[in-house]
């Protein structure tokens, strides 16, 4: 019996494997197709983090071709080099509080828009996503929270009484954190917002009647019971744009508090990759740094949608 | 939560209330709930545009408003003297205005319409055809929605080099034909498409080629027209600073945001160029997102990611 199992599994696998050829030759159009796009994705989307990860493993400046020396960046990095753990740390902070309350901002606020009535809907929508697209437009803030008695939210604080004399917001350690969570938040309704906004409005009706009849008593149960079981596509999507962008805050920091920023408060494991790939020109470090990046992201959205499988259950 | 307590009293209290209200309110909204929903969204609503039409007045202030004390949120002397002044520094550069604006259209043009090609061809094969492979890869794709430019720009620009692509325009034009966003957008609004439509194509004899051009492309426009303003502002947001060193190739916003120059030295004299500056930068992606908004809605509601 077992050779004839054996055998049989054998056949099945010959035949599988040349069912698979004729699929394939049937649609070699298709892979025509797929082939153009294919080509440019693998080269600098796919390619490089595959290079990325194998220049983690060299010491590598550029000049130089790159020196095989293991895993001596990972150690450093989480043995010898301070600022790295301190980077992780602002990151894990920024990537916990922005990923998330970001997220679910930008849930509450397309559901909320989507409960206006018709006519209002698009322009509130351009309202809260106009900082998202407005690209640099974040470089206002600096005005607002400009150090001196001139900055416009010390000189309101001070003539309103609050304070007596100027914060420094974006050089003093105590308060550097906060405002870059606010202008994060601000800017980073992102792709996710217009998903939610779209998918709220394509539910359909019936359900909602059939809710009713079931004894769904008001909007908020709506919301668990039949809103969000409907959109968890969306929301993984929403997720996935969430994780993007709150995992890569860096150039908010560096522009707004400095680079270095001071005693490094706001100091993100992106600003230390442009540190150490930009300006020191050590690639292979550079590229241990971007691996660990890549895979705490990784990790992220897996959390995230086991998470969001248990929505509505 | 309000809306929620109060909802529960008027549905213990009677039925009727609800059964009359009906033809005005939709079932399962208290009144409360709507008040609290509008104080929501003013209070956020201010916070998100407060920042934006705060910038457009600074931009417009003459100068003895820009520096007076204490600061005033609103123009009283509107001017265009910090637009005009942009322009003329503009001009003053050795390399002319037009070029930047030639060096951006191109750029743009270029960028955008490969990528609508490449990436709809691509999401038309995986999302009409089942064939070895295709699954697999639109697992990559969605996995790849995640790596973020700081994740591959070494290798990005060792590639570059090697290409010897640095410094000419095909450094940004053609990885941009690759953003896996638009194609994974592309490919969700292409399985709305019902499938019959393909079959009978197929029976009729129509080729691979003619069902996409003829069938399918028309019917994704909407899609089209978002992926376009998603590269649109993927490509004018990002200065390609890294890999385009030449005045003569850089593009408009780069060319601001010299001007503008570096946020930590700021220059006083040119506060209100420096408004004028950002304001020019974030209107741009604004216009062209408000012209598309409604394609775009209609492209997201299909953007969901099933597992």
């Known amino acids: 019996m077992e050779g004839t199992n054996f055998q049989r599994y054998l056949a099945r696998k010959k035949a599988m494997s040349a069912y698979t050829w004729n699929e394939v030759k049937k649609h070699k159009m298709l892979y025509l197709f797929l082939f153009p796009f294919l080509l440019i994705f693998a080269t600098f989307t796919l390619a490089p983090v595959g290079i990325s990860l194998g220049l983690s493993f060299t010491y590598f400046n550029v000049l130089e071709p790159p020196r095989w020396i293991g895993f001596t960046n990972y150690l450093n990095l989480f043995l010898s080099d301070d600022i790295f753990i301190i980077a992780l740390r602002n990151t894990i902070i920024l990537a916990t509080i922005t990923g998330p309350v970001g997220f679910m901002a930008a849930f509450l606020f397309a559901w909320f828009i989507n409960e206006l009535p018709r006519f209002i809907r698009a322009f509130v929508t351009l309202v809260f996503y106009a900082p998202t697209i407005a690209g640099s437009a974040y470089l206002v803030w600096l005005l607002i929270f400009s150090g001196d008695s001139m900055g416009h939210l010390n000189a309101y604080l001070m003539r309103a009484g609050i304070i007596n004399s100027p914060i420094l917001w974006l050089t003093n350690p105590d308060y550097m954190m906060y405002v870059i969570i606010i202008v994060v938040l601000w800017m980073s309704l992102g792709a996710g917002f217009l998903a939610f906004i779209a998918g709220l409005s394509t539910i359909d009706e019936a359900l909602y009647e059939a809710g009713l009849v079931d004894g769904v008593r008001n909007r908020w149960q709506e919301l668990w019971f039949i809103t969000l079981p409907n959109m968890q596509g969306m929301l993984l999507f929403g997720a996935v744009m969430a994780i993007t962008s709150s995992f890569a805050v860096g150039e908010v920091t560096q522009n707004l508090a400095g680079f270095p920023s001071t005693d490094y408060e706001v100091h993100t494991i992106v600003n230390h990759l442009v540190d150490y790939g930009a300006m020191r020109f050590e690639m292979g470090y550079a590229s241990a740094i971007a691996t660990i990046l890549f895979i705490s992201m990784i990790y992220a959205k897996r959390i995230v949608s086991s998470f969001i499988g248990k929505i509505g259950r | ?307």
Do not use: C
């Not at chain 2, 809306?3 to 209200?21: C, L, N, P, Q």
């Not at chain 2, 939709?26 to 209070?43: A, E, Q, T, V």
């Not at chain 2, 038309?124 to 055809?129: D, E, N, T």
């Not at chain 2, 070895?132 to 790849?144: E, V």
């Open chain 2, 1 to 307: 939560m309000i809306g929620a307590a109060k909802k529960d009293k008027t549905s213990a209290s009677g039925r009727r209330i609800v059964k009359v209200s009906r033809a005005v309110r939709k079932p399962n909204r208290s009144l409360g709930g709507d008040i609290f929903i509008w104080g929501i969204l003013i209070i956020f609503g201010i916070f998100f545009i407060f920042p934006l039409v705060f910038n457009i007045n600074q931009a417009f202030k003459p100068l003895n408003e820009i520096f007076i004390f204490p600061p005033n949120l609103f123009v009283i002397n509107p001017t265009t003297d910090n637009i005009s002044d942009l322009f003329i520094i503009m001009s003053r550069s050795w390399v002319t205005f037009t070029r930047y604006i030639f060096n951006t259209v191109f750029i743009t043009f270029v960028g955008t319409a490969g990528h609508l090609f490449v990436a709809s061809l691509g999401a038309f094969a995986v999302s009409k055809y089942d064939f070895p492979g295709s699954k697999f890869f639109f697992g990559i794709i969605i996995t790849a929605l995640m790596f973020n430019q700081y994740v591959t720009a070494i290798p990005n620009f060792l590639i570059l080099t090697q290409l010897g692509w640095i410094d000419t325009y095909w450094a940004v034009i053609i990885p941009a034909f690759g953003m896996p966003l638009g194609f994974f957008l592309m490919k969700q609004f292409m399985d709305t498409i019902p499938v019959s439509l393909v079959e009978a194509a197929k029976i009729d004899g129509a080729s691979e080629w003619l069902i996409y051009w003829r069938i399918v492309l028309p019917l994704v426009k909407p899609a089209l027209l978002t992926v376009m303003v998603f590269a649109v502002q993927a490509l004018w947001n990002n200065p390609q600073s890294l890999v385009i060193h030449t005045e003569q190739l850089k593009t408009l916003p780069l060319a601001i945001s010299q001007i503008i120059g570096s946020p930590h030295a700021p220059q006083v004299a040119r506060a209100g160029v420096n408004a004028a500056g950002l304001m020019v930068l974030m209107m741009v992606p604004i216009i062209i997102f408000v012209t598309a908004q409604s394609n775009i809605l209609k492209t997201m509601a299909s953007s969901g990611i099933k597992e």
